[in-house]
């Protein structure tokens, strides 16, 4: 009698495949299935969901902690999970995980990021996706706290999938996990201030800067709820439109 095949689990970020934290999500990822970690060779953090196009991409394969087989790609988040879907894997993933990233990803923060963007990618494409991250941005931070939430996680959408067009939006503080608090994205923005300098050849260049800023009074959002400890789970999509102004228009001939 053959042994049931093991769920393949896809393993991307945008800190690069060399960050503690891809190494720390594909530690959990381990114990449901198979794991093929495939990641930007460098940081790509705040690309969103660019893709390339204009130049060729490279794949070089790794061997990761001497434990996981992983490949290097010279592009975005985006284009990794891509070309995992497309050439790069023998058999379709049953589950695409992206992170574990270093600095919040909650509030406007998921539309910057790199690392929703590669579980974006992987709803896209058809399969059930998580994107996980720390608030905590030092490199050494402690991410017990994120795997153990990723751990229940993965196990929930292992068992019962997602919605089509669905993304699970993770977010955990550093440190031992207090407890996992469905939330939707905050009301936010950044202000951002630039510092205008010049080069050695007498050539305007800025350095862009700025501050985080809360809009939202209820506090049922991620943002909240991760300034009170809990990690914060939110349901995202990439459908934009705006329904019920769109049901709205309808009305109006233009």
Same mark, same amino acid.
């Given at each position: 009698?053959?042994?049931?095949?093991?769920?393949?689990?896809?393993?991307?970020?945008?800190?690069?495949?060399?960050?503690?934290?891809?190494?720390?999500?594909?530690?959990?990822?381990?114990?449901?299935?198979?794991?093929?970690?495939?990641?930007?060779?460098?940081?790509?953090?705040?690309?969103?969901?660019?893709?390339?196009?204009?130049?060729?991409?490279?794949?070089?394969?790794?061997?990761?902690?001497?434990?996981?087989?992983?490949?290097?790609?010279?592009?975005?988040?985006?284009?990794?999970?891509?070309?995992?879907?497309? +050439? @790069? $894997? #023998?058999?379709?993933?049953?589950?695409?995980? /992206?992170?574990?990233?270093? %600095?919040?990803?909650?509030?406007?923060? !998921?539309?910057?990021?790199?690392?929703?963007?590669?579980?974006?990618?992987?709803?896209?494409?058809?399969?059930?996706?998580?994107?996980?991250?720390?608030?905590?941005?030092?490199?050494?931070?402690?991410?017990?706290?994120?795997?153990?939430?990723?751990?229940?996680?993965?196990?929930?959408?292992?068992?019962?999938?997602?919605?089509?067009?669905?993304?699970?939006?993770?977010?955990?503080?550093?440190?031992?996990?207090?407890?996992?608090?469905?939330?939707?994205?905050?009301?936010?923005?950044?202000?951002?201030?630039?510092?205008?300098?010049?080069?050695?050849?007498?050539?305007?260049?800025?350095?862009?800067?700025?501050?985080? +800023? @809360? $809009? #939202?009074?209820?506090?049922?959002?991620?943002? /909240?709820?991760?300034?009170? %400890?809990?990690?914060?789970?939110?349901? !995202?999509?990439y459908d934009l439109t705006a329904y019920s102004l769109l049901n709205d228009l309808r009305e109006i001939e233009l």
């Amino acid at each position: 009698m053959t042994k049931p095949r093991k769920p393949l689990i896809l393993v991307c970020n945008d800190d690069g495949i060399f960050s503690q934290g891809i190494k720390a999500l594909a530690e959990i990822a381990d114990e449901f299935g198979d794991v093929a970690i495939i990641a930007p060779d460098r940081q790509q953090s705040a690309v969103g969901h660019a893709i390339t196009v204009s130049t060729p991409l490279r794949a070089r394969p790794f061997r990761i902690d001497g434990r996981f087989d992983g490949q290097a790609v010279s592009g975005t988040p985006a284009d990794s999970v891509k070309l995992a879907h497309n +050439q @790069l $894997l #023998d058999r379709k993933p049953d589950l695409v995980v /992206s992170g574990i990233n270093h %600095g919040s990803n909650a509030g406007i923060n !998921i539309l910057y990021s790199g690392t929703v963007s590669a579980a974006t990618e992987g709803t896209i494409l058809g399969y059930p996706s998580i994107a996980v991250s720390c608030t905590d941005f030092d490199e050494d931070a402690d991410l017990s706290g994120c795997q153990d939430a990723a751990r229940k996680v993965i196990g929930y959408v292992l068992n019962h999938g997602l919605p089509r067009g669905v993304t699970l939006n993770l977010n955990a503080p550093s440190g031992p996990l207090k407890g996992i608090k469905w939330a939707r994205q905050a009301n936010s923005r950044y202000v951002e201030e630039f510092e205008g300098r010049v080069d050695p050849h007498n050539r305007n260049y800025y350095w862009m800067t700025g501050k985080f +800023q @809360l $809009l #939202d009074e209820d506090e049922k959002n991620d943002i /909240s709820m991760l300034e009170k %400890g809990y990690a914060s789970l939110t349901p !995202i999509q990439y459908d934009l439109t705006a329904y019920s102004l769109l049901n709205d228009l309808r009305e109006i001939e233009l």
